[in-house]
């Protein structure tokens, strides 16, 4: 057995390099980009055209994260410019811990407006 000094540096690196505190690590998914959402500067960018994709990603995003969890709170918010449009959603474990991710949905937020306005220009 190696000695402590070398295997307690590696384990700490491991758990260090691992998801956050009670976040499960998750697949790889092409729907998102960006950050870990724990502000808005570091959003998770939703990469979806619709609203109701957006919303089924946002709940899988939660659930393969969390697991066992559920939607308490839900915010829509746009930059002081109104460039970027972001989901500020509270989750609550299944422990009762509640976890604030937000969400870049600039995307399919551009996506809405044109087709608002390619359908009111007819």
């Not at 709940?59 to 410019?81: A, C, L, N």
């Not at 991710?101 to 937020?109: G, N, P």
């Amino acid at each position: 057995m190696p000695p402590l000094r070398i295997v307690l540096p590696l384990l700490f690196s491991i758990m260090a390099s691992g998801p956050a505190l009670g976040q499960f690590a998750a697949p790889k998914d092409d729907r998102f980009g960006g950050g870990d959402g724990r502000t808005c500067q570091t959003a998770v960018v939703v990469l979806v055209d619709g609203s109701p994709e957006v919303i089924r990603a946002e709940k899988e995003w939660f659930t393969r994260r969390y697991p066992g969890g559920e939607k308490v709170d839900q915010r829509i918010v746009s930059s002081p410019d109104k460039k970027y449009w972001f989901e500020v959603i509270v989750w609550r474990e299944f422990d009762g811990t509640d976890v604030a991710t937000c969400f870049d949905v600039t995307h399919a937020h551009d996506v809405f407006v044109e087709n608002a306005r390619k359908s009111g220009a007819r």
